[in-house]
């Protein structure tokens, strides 16, 4: 079994700054492409930022230069750091994640449960 965590999430007024984390636990033979998507009430869920397992990095064009997202390979976790939030930042933030597993070797899409991030103007 394989599972993704999220933290972090929380309130914020616009200007400031949040980070948010995803680990992924059990039964993990690789982790591939990892990334944070966003759904805001009525709107499609959209991708956020990806990274790649060699550290490659994609950006959404309505987060560039404002949101970073890292990982550290050993803990199995990405993170995204968000700096000046906008009020159109606020959505649910969902943690992505394509695992190797150790059980069938088979290649995985994971999702987290999402986190909420509320930013107030």
């Known amino acids: 079994q394989v599972q993704l965590v999220e933290s972090g999430g929380g309130l914020v007024q616009a200007g400031g700054s949040l980070r948010l984390s995803c680990a992924a636990s059990?039964?993990?033979?690789?982790?591939?492409?990892m990334g944070w998507y966003r759904q805001a009430p009525g709107k499609q869920r959209e991708l956020v930022a990806g990274i790649t397992s060699g550290g490659s990095t994609n950006y959404a064009d309505s987060v560039k230069g404002r949101f970073t997202i890292s990982r550290d390979n050993a803990k199995n976790t990405v993170y995204l750091q968000m700096n000046s939030l906008k009020p159109e930042d606020t959505a649910v933030y969902y943690c992505n994640a394509i695992i190797t597993r150790y059980s069938d070797y088979r290649e995985i899409n994971y999702w987290g449960q999402g986190t909420q991030v509320t930013v107030s103007s």
């Open positions: 059990g039964s993990i033979f690789k982790i591939n492409g």
